[in-house]
């Protein structure tokens, strides 16, 4: 199973937008089920996830109305949410970099 860090991240993201609530609930449940040791495992299952520079993977959330950005360190099966917003937040940041 893999393990994820930083849940209080996308807590935060839906106290503020409340219907980003359930598909991220549903993103966070499938994903601890996942025993992901590459990259090609998770697109197997996540064909829109787009891998970037240095293990992030960028998933499209509710209809693609959200992205949320993570980290992924595939030896240790260890997910980190580093970034969720609208596609307005996600234009001013640079991924490689969250």
């Given at each position: 199973?893999?393990?994820?860090?930083?849940?209080?991240?996308?807590?935060?993201f839906w106290k503020d937008y409340p219907?980003?609530?359930?598909?991220l609930l549903a993103w966070y449940r499938?994903?601890?089920?996942?025993?992901?040791?590459?990259?090609?495992?998770?697109?197997?299952?996540?064909?829109?996830?787009?891998?970037?520079?240095?293990?992030?993977?960028?998933?499209?959330?509710?209809?693609?109305?959200?992205?949320?950005?993570?980290?992924?360190?595939?030896?240790?099966?260890?997910?980190?949410?580093?970034?969720?917003?609208?596609?307005?937040?996600?234009?001013?940041?640079?991924?490689?970099?969250?």
């Open positions: 199973m893999v393990r994820i860090i930083a849940k209080s991240t996308l807590r935060a219907d980003a609530e359930e598909p499938e994903v601890e089920k996942e025993d992901w040791s590459e990259p090609s495992q998770m697109k197997e299952k996540y064909r829109n996830a787009s891998v970037v520079k240095g293990n992030r993977v960028v998933f499209n959330i509710k209809g693609n109305d959200y992205r949320l950005v993570v980290k992924i360190n595939y030896p240790y099966r260890i997910v980190y949410v580093r970034f969720v917003g609208t596609h307005v937040q996600y234009d001013q940041i640079d991924v490689k970099e969250v």
